[in-house]
């Protein structure tokens, strides 16, 4: 399998910069998004309203949203996983490349299709029905570790998620924490099952929503005490901090023995699409810069807020001024 990968040049580059580098391993996706006065039925065709065709999946997500956040130069992003050798291919490296992160170890992959996820909207009620085909996103494997093995071993922060294989996503962990990384885990998808114990224990820091506390832990957190219950499950299983992002409700986090709460920022929301992603971003973003656990909990928490107020995925993702500033103006409270 041929990668689009660095030169000598950019590796011998890579590795005399001391600029901290951000990875994500995962998921490339396009997703193609019909809108229309209402979901089609078994069988029935509708005419849509409008449509569109952007980066998707949560691995390319959380790499653009932390590659704007770095557009100042304060840390470096980078994206592993394969794309294939396609037209959609081609269009998500061209998305990535314009928020600024590394592709060098992202690879193409001539014996599957890039991913795609179709996405239909009902225009009146919200309501969407999603198809996702994994493409090369499940051809991901421990190769795809070796060969980004210079960029995983420089890693400051490593960002994970569930949209490849998990051997693949233990497989990175390991590595990065062997290099002394801190290795941050979106549980989502959370799979049929719950999580493994092996990808718990590879984890230093796991970021569930609501819904996925709930899976993992039975408990689908309304309260700071009933988040507080989750976290303390979940570090049972082997994961020293867990934040528990509670939407509206603000983020719950434990790290040891000590535990916080962040209170939600005071935004405008329209969509929600893009909060999970930036918030992971954000937290990988402040954490490379060596802030505090719980000042890095809070500057995530703003960058998934901020997400909100702009529709779409990527795109919606906020820049480094915007989060200080909103930092800065309620992060006190």
């Known amino acids: 399998m041929a990668g689009a ?18 990875v994500s391993f995962g998921s490339v996706n396009i997703d193609v998004t019909a809108r229309a006065r209402r979901l089609p039925r078994p069988g029935e065709t509708v005419h849509g309203e409008s449509y569109g065709v952007m ?10 949203a932390a590659g704007r956040l770095a557009a100042s130069g304060a840390v470096r992003v980078a994206l592993v996983g394969r794309v294939g050798r396609d037209d959609f291919g081609a269009r ?8 600024g992160v590394d592709l060098s170890p992202l690879r193409d992959d001539a014996d ?13 009620t919200g309501e969407n029905s999603i198809t996702v085909i994994g493409g090369a996103n499940m051809a991901v494997d421990a190769t795809d570790v070796v060969v980004a093995d210079i960029w995983l071993e420089e890693a400051a922060v490593l960002l994970l998620q569930l949209e490849v294989p998990e051997a693949a996503v233990i497989a990175a962990a390991q590595r990065v924490k062997a290099a002394g990384g801190i290795v941050v885990l979106d549980p989502a998808p959370v799979p049929d099952g719950g999580l493994s114990d092996d990808v718990l224990q590879v984890a230093d820091i796991i970021t569930p ?12 957190p309304e309260t700071v005490e009933e ?24 983020v719950f986090w434990r790290d040891g023995d000590e535990e916080g709460f962040c209170k939600p920022f005071c935004v405008d929301a329209i969509d929600t699409v893009a909060a999970g992603d930036s918030f992971n971003a954000g937290l990988a973003f402040a954490l490379a ?18 997400a909100t107020t702009r529709n779409g995925a990527a795109d919606a993702a906020p820049h480094y001024a915007e989060v200080s500033a909103l930092v800065e103006q309620q992060g006190a409270r």
Request: net charge positive.
């Open 55 to 64: 980066l998707g999946g949560k691995g390319s997500n959380q790499a653009a």
């Open 92 to 99: 998500a490296r061209q998305e990535l490349a314009r928020f």
């Open 289 to 306: 810069q060596k802030k505090s656990f719980q000042d890095a909990v809070c500057f995530a928490a703003a960058c998934g807020a901020l």
């Open 112 to 124: 599957h299709a890039t991913g795609v996820a179709l996405i239909g909207i009902d225009a009146g």
């Open 5 to 22: 990968f660095s030169l000598v040049e950019r590796v011998i580059v890579s590795h005399s910069v001391v600029t901290p580098l951000i």
């Open 227 to 250: 988040a507080s219950e989750a976290a303390r499950i979940l570090q049972a299983k082997g994961v020293r901090r867990v934040l528990v992002k509670m939407g509206s409700r603000g």
């Open 209 to 220: 929503n609501e819904t996925e506390t709930g899976l993992l832990t039975g408990i689908t």
